[in-house]
């Protein structure tokens, strides 16, 4: 259990600034060679390489307000606003 209640109770969403839910186990597609996880489920191939995409699952926070996601890779939350993202597709 990486994420504590108390960092969920500081964490926010850098959009909305809207709290975030703590989902333990959710599917995501990984480019390995970009290493960049995908949320989308429907992608074929990693659109910046065009690479192969593996399926793994991994830890994620939701925003309960606009739903926008963001992913924990080796227990640290990464909260990027929109722009500064490779993986919104
Ligand atoms: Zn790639
Ligand atoms: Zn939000």
Do not use: Q, T
């Amino acid at each position: 259990m990486p994420i504590s209640d108390d960092l969920l109770e500081i964490l926010a969403c850098p959009m909305c600034k809207g709290d975030v839910e703590y989902v333990p186990e959710d599917d995501f597609l990984l480019c390995e060679r970009c290493n960049i996880r995908y949320y989308n489920k429907d992608l074929k191939e990693c659109p910046k390489c065009k690479g192969e995409l593996k399926p793994i699952k991994g830890e994620v926070l939701i925003c309960k307000s606009c739903k926008r996601w963001y992913p924990i890779i080796d227990d640290i939350p990464h909260m990027l606003p929109d722009e500064l993202r490779e993986d919104l597709v």
